[in-house]
């Protein structure tokens, strides 16, 4: 099976992550209407934005069959761990139109950091030893807690909006935090919580395609997710990021392939969970040895942001193959060059921001780079903030001061109040 020569396709989503996929899903050939839900002030730039929120599976339905969709691509995770994929496959108005992305199942990866802990326990997938614990556990947490050595790492076992994880140096502030987390400081999602040893090492992100038996590794990424310069501040959903990155060499990404990537796929197959999607999986490089701190079952933000420019084939293939199980014949081409993002928020993010600024520049911009919108919106011709991340300027260059500079000064040309991005995205690896 394959899709049409000349498709229609709904992408789900409405961030940076799903402006880079509109780019990069208008850029193909093969797509006759690209619609993006609820899209933003950039998606509208490569297809039609249509007012229509992913978590509506209703209505989401209802268009697919109005506008004669053919693909559905889920950017967000959240449709997917509330099941827009199984609504889809058992439902014989629609079953015949491929979702990318996972089963209900698969997204429990993402939608429950238990179950995924102990899926990687069952695979011997390496990770950071843990245990998990509920209210009425709570004195066997403080337990635990004693047990290891600072800092500690305390992880809301539900979605969580990003702000999930919390790492803190003392004990007592430790024992302080689980209590509240348990008594509903994220609310259900950290009825249970999650407490693991602290591995000391670099992060990276590794993206795989999958389709449920092949599977392609895509470029890899490092992000950053600190407020402040030097990696200091509170986190964000991500405040740059570079792609390659320079100690993910040919050695280690064939130790991620044998020891991670392998037997997650075989571990998913194993169980009988449906997997036709992406696969982010969160890595620390302890000493060269990779280990897991995390799967999310979608791509990641703003690490799309450098991944998909970086990607020269159609990528209406790639998805053509993970619908379809011929993912083994994709001919995936990747770009030698750096990409590098910078992420331009709201001054106050991620506490209390101003939205509703013009964004000024935009339409006067010279230069090769890419500007991806996240909280943006369109009103009478002109562009306004609509959210703490505003905007990911993506660029390309012979490495990665190269490709920085032209970020930092596409950036220069841009206007709007309060805008802040740091200075020093990319600095550690060069």
């Not at 066997?140 to 539900?158: H, I, M, S, T």
């Not at 036709?276 to 060269?288: A, E, H, K, P, Y």
């Amino acid at each position: 099976m394959r899709l049409p020569d000349s498709l229609n396709v709904l992408l789900l989503g409405a961030g940076g992550r799903e402006h880079a996929f509109a780019w990069k899903i208008a850029q193909s050939p093969r797509v006759a209407k690209l619609y993006i839900a609820p899209g933003n002030a950039g998606t509208a730039r490569e297809g039609m934005n249509v007012d229509l929120q992913p978590n509506n599976f209703g209505s989401v339905k209802q268009f697919v069959l109005s506008n004669n969709i053919n693909l559905v691509v889920v950017g967000p995770e959240e449709p997917l761990v509330k099941g827009i994929y199984d609504f889809f496959h058992e439902d014989s108005d629609i079953h015949h139109v491929p979702v990318i992305g996972p089963s209900t199942a698969g997204a429990r990866l993402e939608g429950s950091k238990d179950f995924a802990k102990a899926f990687m326990m069952r695979h011997g997938i390496p990770t950071a030893a843990y245990k998990s614990f509920s209210k009425e556990t709570l004195e066997d947490g403080y337990r635990f807690l004693e047990e290891l050595k600072a800092p500690y790492v305390l992880k809301a076992n539900g979605l969580a909006a990003g702000k999930g994880v919390v790492i803190l140096e003392d004990l007592d502030a430790a024992k302080k935090e689980l209590s509240e987390m348990l008594n509903g400081k994220f609310g259900n999602a950290s009825s249970t919580v999650v407490i693991e040893e602290y591995l000391q090492g670099i992060e990276c992100s590794v993206f795989v395609a999958t389709d449920g038996k092949d599977y392609k590794i895509l470029p890899v990424a490092k992000d950053y997710k600190r407020i402040g310069e030097g990696d200091t501040g509170l986190n964000t959903g991500g405040m740059g990021a570079v792609s390659p990155v320079p100690f993910a060499d040919e050695r280690f990404m064939e130790e991620v392939r044998r020891s991670i990537v392998e037997p997650t796929i075989q571990g998913l197959a194993a169980e009988k969970i449906v997997y036709n999607g992406f696969l982010f999986i969160g890595l620390m490089n302890v000493g060269g040895k990779p280990y897991v701190i995390e799967y999310n079952v979608r791509m990641g933000d703003p690490e799309t942001e450098v991944v998909l420019p970086r990607i020269e084939s159609d990528i209406i293939g790639l998805f053509e193959g993970i619908a379809f199980g011929s993912l083994a014949s994709y001919n995936l081409k990747i770009s030698s060059q750096t990409a590098t993002t910078v992420v331009c928020v709201s001054g106050g993010y991620p506490g209390e921001y101003r939205k509703g600024l013009e964004i000024k520049g935009l339409d006067t911009l010279t230069g090769d780079s890419i500007v991806f919108h996240a909280g943006t919106t369109a009103k009478a011709g002109k562009t306004y903030t609509s959210g703490g991340r505003v905007l990911a300027v993506t660029s390309l260059g012979d490495g990665i001061q190269e490709a920085l500079n032209k970020s930092y000064a596409t950036i220069a040309g841009i206007e709007y109040e309060d805008k802040y991005f740091r200075h020093d995205i990319g600095q550690d690896l060069l």
